[in-house]
């Protein structure tokens, strides 16, 4: 009615109303009126987000093998996040823009980058059986990383399921162990 406008925010989404530049009572699990036609709402999820990961890289020895897992991360700084990515909504409670979608994304991106580094260090029989040391070396990567620091963002976990070569590479190692076997 002529503009007048409630919202009500989970716990887990932070606030950052704007009016005339300013920001207004900013925080988590806010609720209150506002003026629809002079003010931007700015809403940010701190809950913690699992984004599932499969890539594709090479070892050392030049065999492809694949990395799946999974990243667990949240929103540390609200501030710096809206600072950099557009978290505004629109009338309909939904994000002006896709920055939103993007930040997992970003996360992903430099997981990968990270793994990367690692995997291409490794030849593939050390690669399949160094999960635990990928994982170790890409955390402490994030940890430093001046990428997610400048985001805001930390990363909670990071786990790797599995490491598997393709198929014929895999049915190439299982001959030569059923060789050695036999013998």
């Not at 700015?42 to 599932?52: F, L, N, R, T, Y």
């Not at 991360?73 to 710096?80: E, G, I, L, S, T």
Request: charged share 20%; glycine share 8%; net charge neutral.
């Amino acid at each position: 009615m002529f503009g007048i406008r409630f919202i009500k925010a989970p716990p887990t989404t932070y606030l950052l109303p704007f009016r005339n530049g300013r920001v207004g009572r900013e925080g988590t699990g806010l609720s209150f009126f506002y003026y629809a036609p002079t003010a931007s709402l700015v809403a940010i999820p701190v809950g913690s987000g699992d984004e599932p990961f499969i890539f594709e890289e090479t070892t050392a020895d030049h065999q492809t093998i694949t990395l799946q897992g999974q990243v667990t991360y949240r929103v540390a700084d609200p501030k710096k996040l809206a600072a950099l990515m557009n978290f505004t909504l629109a009338p309909n409670g939904r994000y002006l823009s896709e920055d939103p979608e993007k930040l997992p994304q970003r996360v992903i991106n430099l997981v990968h980058v990270l793994a990367r580094g690692e995997l291409e260090r490794l030849p593939l029989r050390e690669a399949m059986r160094a999960a635990q040391t990928i994982v170790d070396n890409v955390r402490k990567g994030l940890a430093g990383s001046p990428e997610i620091s400048a985001l805001g963002v930390e990363v909670i976990g990071l786990s790797i399921l599995a490491i598997k070569p393709t198929p014929d590479t895999a049915r190439a190692l299982e001959a030569e162990t059923r060789e050695q076997l036999l013998l």
